[in-house]
């Protein structure tokens, strides 16, 4: 990397184009052979999940609420989110299937016109989420929660560690 900020997100449309995101608005371009900074609107905490459905179409997600969008020349800050809670993580099935996970169980779907709200069964901080499909999404984070999309609705997944692990 260029710089020696804290990366907090990676995605890829392929070997030659891979985004990275983090703190202080951090966004990174490596064509296959450099890394290069991106401009990103300014004012931007942190940036800590990002993912998009090529190149031309990537969408990062941070601290307060904040989501940007690439569309393969600039970035630019999405109006009209509906939270200020940290979003940590962005994933889709689609150009207009995309889900962000935050803070206080935060959950926001993408359809291709509008960020909205969506209810979920926790009210824990999730920091992660993946799909296999826009009817199978997984996303979880702190104390152990998982929670599953079927494509209409969240529910807690009941997760049990191994007894060989400990945890403090």
Known sequence: ??????????WGASVSEIFSVGKYGLTLFYDGTSWQTLDSPPGLLMLSGVWGSDAENVFAVGNNGTIIHYDGIMWEKVGSVPTINNLNA???SSASDIFAVGNNGTILHYDGSGWKSMSGPTAFDLTCIWGSSDEDIF???EINTVIHYDGSSWEEISVSLPEAIDVY
């Open 1 to 10: 990397s260029p710089l020696s900020f804290d990366i907090s997100g990676l």
């Open 90 to 92: 962005v994933w889709g």
């Open 139 to 141: 996303a979880a984070g």
